[in-house]
Nanobody, 124 residues
């Protein structure tokens, strides 16, 4: 059974940085992508970034490209997301997920496993 646990959320000020972590227990194939999604209050869950651990391939939403950096360690089954120059509008619950596909799937319904999320609050 695959379980995902996020950590690293918190309250920060606009312009600050934060690093989220996602630890995976259970077996996933490193050819699959691991994802970060976020869900702001009253809004839908949206794609943020993805990484494939076997070769380090990454993908970003346009809204975070250049500000967020996704990384991962295949041996540790762990993924991180460094978030810099945070904006108030980035306030959301951030979820990590795994989709059992070898291409990037930006739609939440195609994810196979989810963590419970970690709250990031950016004060303006």
């Amino acid at each position: 059974q695959v379980q995902l646990v996020e950590s690293g959320g918190g309250l920060v000020q606009a312009g600050d940085s934060l690093r989220l972590s996602c630890a995976v227990s259970g077996r996933i194939f490193s050819r699959y992508y691991m994802y970060w999604f976020r869900q702001a209050p009253g809004k839908e869950r949206v794609f943020v970034a993805a990484i494939r651990l076997n070769d380090g391939s990454t993908s970003y939403a346009d809204s975070v490209r250049g500000r967020f950096t996704i990384s991962g360690d295949k041996a540790k089954n762990t993924m991180w997301m460094q978030m810099d120059s945070l904006k108030h509008e980035y306030t959301a619950v951030y979820f990590c997920a795994v989709g059992e596909g070898v291409v990037v799937l930006q739609t939440p319904k195609y994810m196979d496993y989810w963590g419970e999320g970690t709250l990031v609050t950016v004060s303006s």
